[in-house]
C-alpha cells in the first residue's frame, strides 16, 4: 500500500497530538506542591531566620549533628543552658516523610532521635531553638 503526501502528514499531527496528551496525562500525576505550604510569608521573614544562623555562628562552639549506630545525635554547645525548640527532618523528595520532634536535651546538653524507622537517603535536618532570650538555628544533611 502506498500512501500519498497527505496520508503521511495526518498520521504525523494524530502521533504527535497523542505524544502531548500522553505528556499532559503524565504531567497531572506529579505533584507540584510548593516545597513549604507558606512559602512566600516564611520568604518576608527571612531577616529573622538570617539573625538566627548568625547567633549560632556566633556561638563558641557549635551545635553538632551526627549519626551514630542507629540514631542522630545532637549534642547542643556548653554554653547553651535548657534549649527549647523543635528538629526538624525534612524529606525534599516526599514532604509526606517530614516530622519534627521537640529539643528535650539531657544535662549534658545531649539528645538522640532514632531512625530505624526512617526511610534511608537524604535527610536535611533543621534545628530551631532557643535558650537565654536567644534564638538559634541551623541545618545540616544526614545520609542515613
Known amino acids: 500500500m ?4 497527505g496520508t503521511s502528514i495526518a498520521i504525523f ?14 504531567s497531572k500525576s506529579y505533584d507540584h506542591s510548593l516545597v513549604t505550604d507558606d512559602y ?11 539573625d538566627k544562623m548568625a ?15 542507629n ?7 556548653k554554653e547553651i543552658a535548657q534549649p527549647s525548640g523543635e528538629i526538624l527532618f525534612y524529606r525534599a523528595d516526599d514532604k509526606s516523610k517530614d516530622f519534627t520532634v521537640q529539643v528535650s536535651a539531657d544535662s549534658n546538653g545531649l539528645q538522640a532521635v532514632p531512625t530505624d524507622k526512617l526511610k534511608t537517603g537524604r535527610w536535611t535536618v533543621k534545628v530551631d531553638w532557643q535558650a537565654g532570650g536567644k534564638e538559634f538555628y541551623k541545618e545540616q544533611v544526614v545520609i542515613l
Open 55 to 69: 547567633n549560632a555562628k556566633a556561638l563558641t562552639s557549635d551545635l553538632t549533628i551526627g549519626k551514630v549506630g
Open 2 to 5: 502506498k500512501l500519498n503526501w
Open 71 to 77: 540514631q542522630v545525635q545532637f549534642l547542643f554547645p
Open 40 to 50: 512566600y510569608a516564611k520568604d518576608l521573614a527571612y531577616q529573622q531566620h538570617y
Open 13 to 26: 499531527y494524530i502521533a504527535f497530538a497523542a505524544t502531548m496528551v500522553g505528556f499532559v496525562v503524565k
